[in-house]
């Protein structure tokens, strides 16, 4: 099985900027891909951003240029650096992994439990 662990989030004003980070344990050979969702009450969960193996990545349209994914070095780890933060972008962030066992050669998916970010006005 895999964890993942979030850490960051929080209360921040508009304008200002949050970390998140997630961290994944536990049986991985390899992984495909980290990203992270966000879903906002009422909503349906969104992409915002994701970053594969090879470091290639993709932003939602409404953060781009305000947020930057990235990896750790070396650990299982994904970053989401936050700027110019809007009230628009209050929601639960998720961290998710597509990665695969040493055995089985299809990728799983796992999500992160959820970090709350609120962006007041």
């Known amino acids: 099985q895999v964890q993942l662990v979030e850490s960051g989030g929080g209360l921040v004003q508009a304008g200002g900027s949050l970390g998140l980070s997630c961290a994944a344990s536990g049986s991985i050979f390899s992984i495909n891909d980290m990203g992270w969702y966000r879903q906002a009450p009422g909503k349906q969960r969104e992409l915002v951003a994701n970053?594969?193996?090879?470091?290639?990545?993709n932003y939602a349209d409404s953060v781009k240029g305000r947020f930057t994914i990235s990896k750790g070095v070396g650990a299982n780890t994904v970053y989401l650096q936050m700027n110019s933060l809007k009230p628009e972008d209050t929601a639960v962030y998720y961290c998710?992994?597509?990665?695969?066992?040493?055995?089985?050669?299809?990728?799983?998916?796992?999500w992160g439990q959820g970090t709350l970010v609120t962006v007041s006005s």
């Open positions: 998710n992994v597509h990665w695969r066992t040493f055995t089985d050669p299809r990728y799983l998916e796992v």
């Open positions: 970053i594969t193996s090879g470091g290639s990545t």
